[in-house]
């Protein structure tokens, strides 16, 4: 069943349009990667999703046309989103920015510590205290306590170290091995390789290329991504 649809998108700041017809698809219990060069539109893709900002063209989640909802209303249908820049509540700590964000659900805050041992370990710590790679994964705890259909992760192993890079990457393949719906945002091609079945690029505000990470071929990769 096709949990998320975007048809021929398109949004502007101001005056500036920044996306002209962006399309993909994800079907339940799939993960797809969203890739592309710096300024191409992901954020702005997923901000539209998230309805954080207008658009046109057809978006649909779950069945229901998200394009006239305001955006706590998407999240209340499913839509759960780890931002670029781990935004949690700095003054509260770990366990009281989990259950800030709980709704009920299989998620709570011991299969968020089973997955982030180390946010267990810190759990009465103040979230800006932590390191960047706690306070991603915190981020993550959050979004995965409002127990989404669908989770969004924008840029979640920029700027860590590789060791907690690691670590995350392992978590995202275990939201992938139990069936979570997946829409993963990133630069790293070999890890999204290993943990999303499908890829769509964007160019200039435009999905250019959609198809199975098998399928993408490295002409495509040098062509589209400069990698
Ligand atoms: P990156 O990989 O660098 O995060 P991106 O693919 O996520 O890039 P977007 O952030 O969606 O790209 O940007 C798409 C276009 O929209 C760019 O031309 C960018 O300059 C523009 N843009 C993004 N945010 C704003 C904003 N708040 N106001 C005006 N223009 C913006």
Known sequence: MTLLSLSQLTASYGAT????????EIAEGEALAMMGRNGMGKTTTVRCICRMMPAKGALVFDGHD????????????????????????????VTENLSAAARPGAWDAAKVEALFPRLGERRGQLAGSLSGGEQQMLAIGRALMTNPRLL???????G??????????AAIATLKASGMSMLVIDKSLKELRGACDRVVILERGRSVWD??????SPDVVEAMLGL
Do not use: K, N, Y
């Not at 969004?152 to 920029?158: R, V």
């Not at 198809?211 to 993408?216: E, K, Q």
């Open 160 to 169: 860590l170290a590789p060791t907690v890079r690691a670590e995350i990457w």
């Open 17 to 24: 349009q920044a996306l002209f017809g962006v399309d993909f």
């Open 152 to 158: 969004i992760l924008d840029e979640a192993t920029e």
């Open 66 to 93: 998200l394009s006239r909802l305001p955006s706590h209303r998407a999240a209340r249908l499913g839509i759960g989103l780890v931002p670029e820049g781990r935004r949690c509540f700095r003054d509260l700590s």
């Open 211 to 216: 198809g199975t990470m098998s399928a993408l």
